[in-house]
């Protein structure tokens, strides 16, 4: 099965689906993941993944294409207030929306931002643990 996690700026929450699933579901999956406007991998992602043992140091962001998303058996958008990548019909498509843990508000400091960071990141544990159930 060919999975792809979406979001926009594929930094944070795609980026740590992609770590998890490849983590949880080994070889039962090929995984990667993508984002409208991708950025650069968030370092909170790559430390909050770091803190239970997965390393996406090696991560880098992407831009989805219709092709990417239709090469696909299954698309997983992880938008939640933005607006999610547009996909081709006919592409398997679950959607989770979790809210974005990157912020630029300045009176959120790094213990904060760490805790969002974890919080959407065992939030796509939880999840990409009862998908592996179904596969």
């Known amino acids: 099965m060919k999975i792809l996690f979406l979001c926009v700026a594929n930094s944070a929450r795609s980026q740590m689906a992609e770590g998890l699933a490849r983590h949880i579901l080994g070889d039962r999956a090929t995984v990667e993941s993508a984002g409208s406007n991708p950025t650069s991998v968030n370092p909170f992602a790559i430390k909050a993944m770091q803190d239970i043992g997965i390393d ?7 831009i989805v294409t219709a092709e990417m998303a239709a090469a696909n058996d ?3 958008t992880l ?6 990548p547009a996909l081709p019909p006919n592409v398997r498509h679950l959607h989770w929306p979790i809210p974005d843990p990157a912020s630029d508000d300045p009176d959120l400091g790094p213990a904060q931002l760490e805790d969002r960071f974890k919080a959407a990141r ?3 544990h939880a999840r990409i643990q009862a998908l592996s159930q179904s596969l």
């Open 74 to 76: 299954l698309v997983i």
């Open 79 to 84: 938008c939640a207030d933005e607006v999610c």
């Open 56 to 62: 996406i140091t090696g991560h880098r962001s992407k």
């Open 122 to 124: 065992d939030n796509l």
